[in-house]
Nanobody, 125 residues
Framework: QVQVVESGGGLVRPGGSLRLSCAAS????????IGWFRQAPGKEREGISC????????IYADSVKGRFTISRDNVEETVYLQMNNLKPEDTGVYYC??????????????????WGRGTQVTVFS
């Protein structure tokens, strides 16, 4: 089973940008779909984006579409989440997760098997 570790969170003003990284190890990375999720205090975990293993197709939640971009580097075994035009409502702990899947990815938390510990993103005025 692949293990994943997130990095890149931090404090940023509204309108700012951050790039999160999800580094994988342990198994054949290019057989795994990777999803990004976030959880704000008092709220349920929300799926925000994913990238499939086979063709790199992507899905975005409506709340981040046009502002966030997910990409993967199978050589570096890393998935990136570029976050632009950040808003206060983007604040939360961001998690990446891996799912062994050769088809299209989905941003449903319980379909993912391996989770990182998360990285905090805070957008404040």
């Amino acid at each position: 089973q692949v293990q994943v570790v997130e990095s890149g969170g931090g404090l940023v003003r509204p309108g700012g940008s951050l790039r999160l990284s999800c580094a994988a190890s342990g198994e054949t990375f290019d057989h795994y779909a990777i999803g990004w999720f976030r959880q704000a205090p008092g709220k349920e975990r929300e799926g925000i984006s994913c990238i499939s293993a086979n063709d790199g197709s992507t899905i975005y939640a409506d709340s981040v579409k046009g502002r966030f971009t997910i990409s993967r580097d199978n050589v570096e075994e890393t998935v990136y989440l570029q976050m632009n035009n950040l808003k206060p409502e983007d604040t939360g702990v961001y998690y990446c997760a891996a799912e062994w899947a050769l088809g299209a990815c989905v941003i449903v938390p319980n379909t993912y098997d391996s989770w990182g510990r998360g990285t905090q993103v805070t957008v404040f005025s």
